[in-house]
């Protein structure tokens, strides 16, 4: 690949031998590890130049279907331009390009930029061996560095790219799931943070939803945050206000879902009962968490797209999202700790 962008009076690129000095100048400017850096690993390294000088840099290091996403740095004169973004952005469309589904990466100072941009926070010893057996994984990167996991080519059936904000919540959605959250938790995750709705109780309240009602074989978990997420923006907070937006919005969410997928009922979308556990070892023998992934993004996608489409003035009063913190706080559940 030989790729070039221009961005704002920047220019993205591949990485070249030349850049080696330049690029490691950049990451210790940063305090990020150089010692592996050299002409081999820069083959999947991208730069960005502003009148011919490295001021931006990122790497992947792929390994099949699954790549680290490295060396993410900027140079401090030129931060706050978006050139981070564009980076990952960039890193991103390349690993698309070589096969990878998913990027791992490691941080001890940007958690909150990679979960704004689609990653999930996940536990060291659910990182792909691979992964882990990498030199930055390995000994660069310190112990208490934070591991995120997003998905890249998951994103890329979102209904004719309406939106970045769109992409980036199903790509978190689908990185919460690949963490360590369950199908119904991931979605309404998902959504509440979309809408910017921030609750105590999200997502434990929808626990009991995931695997199809706690593998009763009940309705799809991941419909069940949808059908959550929209009650935490269209639902009523006084017996006064009308059902009916957030009733259209959970019947739109339904029929597309259904329309999509054949049915909402967790057993029909599976081929197998998960209460069993004959069914536990199909769904584990046919990886069918695969088809469990795409139902949470799709399911994301759908929710916030009903949302929008019912949504107005009268039925969203300005309190709601503050009345959901407050109303939590009189409920009597343990804090953590």
């Known amino acids: 690949m030989n790729r070039q962008t221009q961005n704002q009076g920047y220019l993205f690129r591949d990485a070249q031998a030349e850049d080696t000095v330049a690029c ?59 050139i981070a973004a564009t980076l990952l952005s960039e890193a991103l469309t390349r690993a698309r390009a070589c096969g990878v589904a998913t990027l791992f ?19 060291r010893a659910r990182v792909p061996q691979v992964i882990r057996a990498s030199t930055q994984f390995r000994t660069l990167c310190p112990d208490t560095a934070v591991c995120l996991v997003r998905a890249t080519t998951d994103v890329d059936w979102v209904a004719d790219k309406k939106s970045e904000a769109m992409t980036l919540s199903v790509a978190r959605s689908v990185a919460l799931f ?10 309404l995750q998902a959504v ?9 109780l999200i997502p434990q309240i929808a626990t009991g939803l995931c695997s199809g009602v706690a593998r ?4 799809c978990g991941a419909v069940l945050g949808g059908v959550l997420g929209i009650g935490l923006v269209l639902g009523r907070t006084s017996a006064q206000q ?32 998960l209460g069993t556990e004959q069914g536990q070892i199909a769904f584990e023998s046919q990886a069918l968490c695969s088809r469990c992934r795409n139902f949470v993004g799709r399911a994301t996608q759908l929710a916030l797209e009903a949302i929008e489409a019912h949504r107005s ?11 959901c913190q407050d109303q939590s706080r009189s409920i009597p559940i343990q804090d953590e700790g």
């Open 24 to 82: 490691k100048r950049l990451l210790s400017e940063a305090e990020l590890p150089t010692e592996d850096l050299s002409d081999t690993v820069l083959e999947h390294f991208v730069v960005c130049l502003a009148h011919d000088e490295v001021v931006g840099v990122v790497g992947l290091e792929p390994a099949g279907a699954i790549a680290l996403l490295r060396s993410l740095a900027v140079a401090k004169a030129h931060r706050s331009q978006g």
């Open 105 to 123: 990466t490691l941080t001890t100072t940007a958690k909150q930029f990679f979960e704004k941009h689609g990653f999930a926070v996940i536990g």
């Open 178 to 187: 690949d963490s360590e959250f369950y199908c119904a938790e991931s979605v």
């Open 192 to 200: 509440a943070e979309a809408m910017d709705v921030t609750c105590k």
């Open 216 to 219: 009763s074989c009940g309705p």
């Open 242 to 273: 009308t059902i009916e937006p957030a009733y259209e919005a959970v019947r739109m969410l339904l029929d597309r879902f259904e329309a999509e997928f054949g049915s909402s009922d967790c057993r029909d979308l599976l081929g197998c009962d």
């Open 313 to 323: 003035i009268e039925s969203i009063p300005m309190e709601t999202r503050d009345e």
